[in-house]
């Protein structure tokens, strides 16, 4: 299946950190994108003059012989949206959906129509072609467009196909995952300054250890526990940096973090489950 046009309807963080990371792979290219929103001119003329895509206010335009449409736009603002867009929609276009907590049966019968719908949840790594995604298949979709999906992702990293009920799950764990780590690097480099080292010095020290890690995590065949024990030498600093993580019970706040992040994906989708 080849793709003619593509419209992102919202056009913030993760529609930009997707758009950026589809050109980069030449999986389209920019005058085949139309970029919607319905209120910021500016962030669309930014756009614009950046990637060189056609950027509208206008639904109908952007959604014009559009083959695929990717649904950017915030939880809350989706019965808004999805209003906008029904006179639009056809079932020969292929929906891609990246709201937390929005279920494509919502979208579909908000829509009154049968339409293919994938549901997606990438992360903002997908800019630099290293996302973990997620995506589930909505009701009226074929194999043909789960594939072609799945190959959009693939352009911009990892992709596990799984049912639409595990996708609050993997938001929790890899939609989110990224700011995690940014808390962690954010927290490492202030401790490193702390402790004496100059903020350029600490924060490149931080990004080249998480890089490091990542990498070897990726690369290598031993488990994370393993590539642990292999950096904690018995009686070193390593196995005292990790005991005090221990004695604040940093395990189980990771545990918790993830649980909650699920259970607020659970509380967005109640509006849209009833
Ligand atoms: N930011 C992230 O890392 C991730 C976000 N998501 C999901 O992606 C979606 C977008 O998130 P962000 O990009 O962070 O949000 P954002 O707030 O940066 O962007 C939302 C965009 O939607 C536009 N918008 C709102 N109402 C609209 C309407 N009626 N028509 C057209 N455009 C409209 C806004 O103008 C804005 O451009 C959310 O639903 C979120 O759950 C999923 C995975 C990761
Ligand atoms: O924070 C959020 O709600 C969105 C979904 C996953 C990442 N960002």
Redesign the pocket.
Known sequence: MLVEKVAFIGSGELAESLLKGFLDKKFIAADQVWMNNHTNKERLADLEKTYHVHTTQDKAVALKKADLIIFAFRPADTSAAVAEMKPFLRRDQLIITLM?GVPTAFIQSAAGVDLPIVRAMP?TSASIGLSATGIAAGACVSEAQLNLAKQLFETVGTVSVVAENEIDVI?GVA??GPAYLYYLAQSMQEAGVREGLSEASSALLVQQTLLGAANLLKQSEKSASDLLNAVATPGGTTQAGIDTLDNHSVREAVNACIHQAIVRAKEMSAPFSK
């Open positions: 937390v992360n938001a939609g989110s």
